[in-house]
C-alpha cells in the first residue's frame, strides 16, 4: 500500500509539473510560429507607387511580380526580412565588428579584428558617394526590410534566444554585407602574406623558388600561353625542413585537407542544341543555414514597352540585385579570383620622429580613431586604430604593419551590379564587370546570341611589374611592388569567343601571360580540378544541353588522388608489407575498395587520400606550428595551395639532401606516411576497412544559434548527409564547406534551367522550406530554377 501511494503521489506531481509546464510550452510554441512571414493576402506598403505580387511556389521560391525596379526592390527587403533578417543581420555585424552585442565578451575578440577596417565608417562615406538612383534604390530596400520586420507577429526566434532585439536596417548596411564578403573571400590573404614572409626569411633565393611555385603542370590557363618553366631542385634544404611539430599530426590536417571550390564555365551557342550560350556556376562557401543565397525571379516593365525578367540568387542584406543568373538576354556567373588583393606594408620607427611611421609615401603621423565596442552583459570597450594613407596598423611576429586592401579603397564598394541586370550582350557585360563593387570575381558570361567571355568582375589593385612577386609583407620604406590606386576598367584582361567555344574557372590560375601580372596570386588553387572542368565540358562536344551541363559541375572523379593511390600500391610492395599485417591491408583496400571516384563507400579513395596529406603532416607540420605564432591561419598550404606537386616532384627526384631528419630513403618516408594513417584511424576507433570517405565527409552544418546552443542542434541543422566528392574535382564537398548552389541556364530559355542548394529558402525552422531542397543537393538531382506554380500569393499594396 506504501509502494502504491508513493507511486501515486509521483503520478500527481508528473501531472501538475505537466499542467504547469504545457501553457509555457505552448506559449512559446505559438510565439515562435509568429514570427513566420506573411504568404497570403494583402499588407498596407505606402512606401509603393503601385501594387507588387509576392507568388510562392511550393518551394517557397518567389516570383516578385511589379510595375517598377523601384517597388520591386522594396518587395525584395519585406521578402528578405520576413525569411532571412537575422542572416542578414549576422552580415552587417560581421563586417561592422558588432557582434558582441548579440553574443556577450565571446565574440569581442572577432569584433576586435573587423573594427580595425572601421567598415561601417566607410559605408557612410561609400553611401554618401553613391549616385542619387542608387542611393534611392537603397533606399527603398531599406523601407520594404523594415516593414517586413514590423509586419512580423514576433520578432525572429534568434532574438528570442540571444534576449535581444532587432535594430532597424539602413542603407549603409547592404553595404557592410558586401564587405562581409571581401572579409569572406579575401580575409586570408594577410595570414597566406605572412606564411610566404616566414618562408622567404628562412630560405634563399633558390629554395624559395623551388617552395613557392607560380605554376603547376595542372594549370589551365585561358589565354593557352606556354608553361612557365620549373625552378631547379635546390642542392640543399632549409634548415627548418621536415621539423616535427610533435609526436603526432595535427588532426585538423591528416584527414581534414584543402577546402577551395567554386566552378563556373561559359559553352557557346556554336556548341550547344538551342544556338544560346549555356552558363554553369556552382559557388562554393561555407555551408549553413540557412543557406546563404535567397532564390527568386523577378518581373518589371523594361521601359520598351516589354518587360524585363530575371531569374537567379540574391544575398540577403546586400543590395537587392540577382549576384547571379539570367535577364533572359545575358546569363553570368562567378568563382571567387584568388587575384593578390592585399599587401601587407612594414612600416617604420625612428626615436627622432616620436609619434610618426615610415611608409612607402615617406614619414606620416597616424590617424587615431576611437572604436567603440559594445558586449551584451559586459561594459564597453575602447579600441584604438591608427590608420595611415596605406590603410591601418596592425601588429604580427614583432612587427607593425599597414593593412593595404583593395576593400578600403573608395570606390571598392558600389551598385554597379545593378547594369548587369539590363546587359544584353556578353560585350556590355565585360565592360560592366570592371568596374562593378564586388570582390575580385572570375566573371563568366554567355548570351541568348551565343557569346561568350571571361573577365575579372570587381576592383583591382594598380601593380607595377609583376603581380606574382608581390605576395610578401614588404620592406619598411620599399615602394617597388605597392600597389598604387585601382586598375583602369580598360586594363582588365579579358576573353571573348575562345575558339574552343567554352570557357571555365575554377579558383585556378587563370592566366599564364602577361595579363596575369595584373592579378597578381593570391592563392591560386592547384589546378587540378580546373583542368578536370574543362576536360569533361569538351566532352559534352558539339550538342550541349542544360543537363549535360549541369552534370559536368558534379564531376566526382578522382583524377588527382589517383596519382596518390598509385604511388602508395608501389612503395607497398612485397618488402613494404612482410610482417606489416596493417599494411597489408592498406594494401588490399587500395585495390579493392577504390572506383576511381570520390565516392561515399569507398574505403580507398579515403585511404589514398589521407596518405597524401600524411606525406604533408611529414614535411610541414614543424613549419606550421612555427607560422602559426604569426597567425593562426598561416600555413604552408595556405602559402603554396600547389605543395602536393611539390612533394610529388620530391618523390619522383629523390634528392638525398631533402630528406627529412631521421629518414633514409623517400621510400621510408612515404612508408612512414601510411603508418601515421593507419595510426590516426586507430586513433579513432574506425578500422580500416570501415573507413569510408561518406564516413569522413558527412555534412554537418546548421543554424548559427546552434553552435551557441548545442541542444538545439537537432532542430537546427541538417541529417547527418554522408556527400560524394572532395577538393581537386569539381564537386567540391566537405562536411561543412561546398556547393552553396548550383546552377546552369541559357538566357532565353530559364525555363530548361536546373538548380539546387543545400538549405531551404527560410531561415525560420518551423517553415516547411527550411530544409526543403536539402535532399536534392545532397543527391545532386536538379530541380527547374523558376518557380513553380503558385501556392501563395501575397499583395503588397500602397
Request: hydrophobic share 45%.
Amino acid at each position: 500500500m506504501r509502494a502504491r501511494g508513493w507511486k501515486s503521489r509521483i503520478r500527481c506531481l508528473a501531472l501538475i509539473l505537466a499542467g504547469a509546464l504545457l501553457p509555457t510550452a505552448l506559449g512559446a510554441w505559438l510565439l515562435l510560429r509568429a514570427s513566420l512571414p506573411q504568404l497570403d493576402g494583402r499588407h498596407a506598403a505606402p512606401a509603393l507607387a503601385a501594387a507588387v505580387t509576392v507568388a510562392r511556389d511550393g518551394a517557397g521560391v518567389p516570383l516578385i511580380r511589379g510595375a517598377s525596379r523601384l517597388d520591386v526592390a522594396y518587395a525584395t527587403g519585406f521578402v528578405h526580412a520576413q525569411e532571412r533578417f537575422f542572416q542578414m543581420d549576422l552580415l552587417r555585424r560581421t563586417a561592422g565588428g558588432e557582434l558582441a552585442e548579440l553574443f556577450g565578451p565571446r565574440a569581442v575578440p572577432l569584433d576586435r579584428a573587423r573594427r580595425l577596417h572601421r567598415f561601417r565608417a566607410r559605408a557612410l562615406r561609400a553611401l554618401a558617394a553613391l549616385p542619387p538612383a542608387d542611393r534611392v534604390f537603397l533606399d527603398k530596400y531599406a523601407a520594404g526590410v523594415n516593414d517586413g520586420m514590423q509586419a512580423l507577429g514576433a520578432r525572429p526566434f534568434e532574438y528570442l534566444l540571444t534576449a535581444t532585439a532587432p535594430r532597424p536596417w539602413r542603407a549603409e548596411d547592404s553595404l557592410l554585407a558586401v564587405w562581409a564578403m571581401f572579409i569572406d573571400l579575401q580575409g586570408s590573404q594577410e595570414a597566406r602574406e605572412l606564411a610566404r614572409g616566414w618562408l622567404r626569411a628562412h630560405s634563399d633565393s633558390a629554395q624559395l623558388a623551388f617552395l613557392l611555385p607560380q605554376a603547376s603542370a595542372w594549370d589551365a590557363p585561358l589565354d593557352g600561353a606556354a608553361a612557365l618553366a620549373v625552378a631547379p631542385l635546390p642542392a640543399t634544404a632549409p634548415a627548418w625542413w621536415g621539423g616535427a611539430a610533435g609526436a603526432a599530426a595535427p588532426r585538423a590536417r591528416l584527414g581534414a585537407g584543402d577546402m577551395v571550390g567554386s566552378n563556373n564555365f561559359a559553352i557557346a551557342g556554336s556548341r550547344s542544341i538551342s544556338g544560346a550560350a549555356i552558363v554553369g556556376a556552382d559557388m562554393h562557401l561555407g555551408l549553413q543555414l540557412p543557406n546563404i543565397w535567397y532564390r527568386l525571379a523577378l518581373r518589371y516593365p523594361d521601359g520598351r514597352g516589354g518587360e524585363r525578367r530575371l531569374a537567379g540568387v540574391t544575398l540577403p542584406g546586400a543590395p537587392p540585385l540577382v549576384i547571379a543568373g539570367s535577364n533572359g538576354r545575358l546569363a553570368w556567373g562567378f568563382t571567387n579570383s584568388y587575384g593578390d588583393c592585399i599587401d601587407l606594408v612594414e612600416v617604420g620607427f625612428s626615436s627622432a620622429r616620436p609619434g610618426e611611421v615610415r611608409t612607402p609615401a615617406g614619414w606620416e603621423r597616424p590617424r587615431e580613431h576611437v572604436e567603440t565596442i559594445a558586449a551584451k552583459g559586459v561594459p564597453p570597450e575602447r579600441l584604438v586604430v591608427r590608420e595611415t594613407a596605406f590603410g591601418p596598423l596592425r601588429e604580427a611576429g614583432g612587427k607593425t604593419y599597414a593593412l593595404h586592401w583593395v576593400a578600403h579603397a573608395p570606390g571598392a564598394v558600389n551598385l554597379g551590379h545593378r547594369r548587369l541586370e539590363e546587359a544584353g550582350t556578353v560585350a556590355e557585360a565585360l565592360a560592366i564587370a570592371a568596374v562593378d563593387g564586388i570582390p575580385a570575381q572570375n566573371f563568366v558570361a554567355g548570351d541568348a546570341a551565343g557569346n561568350i567571355g571571361w573577365t575579372i568582375a570587381g576592383r583591382l589593385p594598380r601593380r607595377t611589374g609583376d603581380g606574382h612577386a608581390a605576395g610578401f609583407p614588404l620592406p619598411a620604406g620599399e615602394s617597388a611592388r605597392a600597389w598604387n590606386g585601382l586598375l583602369a576598367p580598360d586594363a582588365y584582361p579579358r576573353v571573348f569567343n575562345p575558339p574552343g567555344g567554352q570557357v571555365s574557372t575554377a579558383n585556378n590560375r587563370q592566366l599564364l601571360g602577361p595579363g596575369s601580372a595584373l592579378l597578381g596570386d593570391g592563392g591560386f588553387d592547384l589546378g587540378a580540378r580546373a583542368s578536370q572542368l574543362r576536360e569533361r565540358l569538351h566532352r559534352l562536344g558539339a550538342r550541349a544541353d542544360e543537363a549535360g551541363a549541369f552534370a559536368a559541375a558534379l564531376d566526382d572523379r578522382a583524377l588527382f588522388i589517383a596519382g596518390w593511390r598509385r604511388r602508395a600500391l608501389a612503395v607497398l610492395d612485397g618488402e613494404g608489407v612482410a610482417g606489416q599485417p596493417r599494411r597489408a591491408a592498406f594494401r588490399r583496400l587500395l585495390e579493392t575498395s577504390w572506383n576511381g571516384r570520390a565516392d561515399v563507400d569507398s574505403v580507398g579513395y579515403r585511404l589514398a587520400r589521407d596518405f597524401m596529406w600524411a606525406l604533408h603532416d611529414g614535411l610541414f607540420a614543424g613549419v606550421d606550428a612555427r607560422m602559426a605564432a604569426l597567425d593562426p591561419k598561416a600555413t604552408m598550404a595556405l602559402a603554396n595551395p600547389r605543395w602536393p606537386a611539390l612533394v610529388a616532384r620530391l618523390l619522383d627526384e629523390q634528392p638525398r639532401a631533402w630528406l627529412p631528419p631521421g629518414r633514409r630513403s623517400w621510400r621510408e618516408v612515404q612508408l612512414a606516411a601510411i603508418d601515421r594513417v593507419i595510426a590516426q584511424l586507430a586513433r579513432e576507433g574506425v578500422p580500416l576497412e570501415r573507413a569510408t570517405w561518406g564516413r569522413r565527409n558527412t555534412a554537418a552544418f546548421g543554424h548559427p544559434i546552434a553552435a551557441a546552443m548545442p541542444l538545439l542542434g537537432r532542430w537546427l541543422g541538417v541529417p547527418p548527409d554522408q556527400l560524394a566528392g572532395d577538393a581537386h574535382m569539381p564537386r567540391v564537398a566537405g562536411p561543412r564547406f561546398g556547393q552553396s548552389e548550383r546552377m546552369t541556364v541559357s538566357p532565353g530559355r530559364e525555363e530548361a534551367g536546373l538548380f539546387n542548394m543545400p538549405g531551404g529558402q527560410s531561415g525560420h525552422p518551423l517553415s516547411p522550406w527550411f530544409l526543403h531542397g536539402h535532399d536534392d543537393w545532397v543527391r545532386a538531382r536538379p530541380q527547374p530554377l523558376l518557380p513553380g506554380p503558385a501556392r501563395h500569393t501575397l499583395t503588397l499594396a500602397p
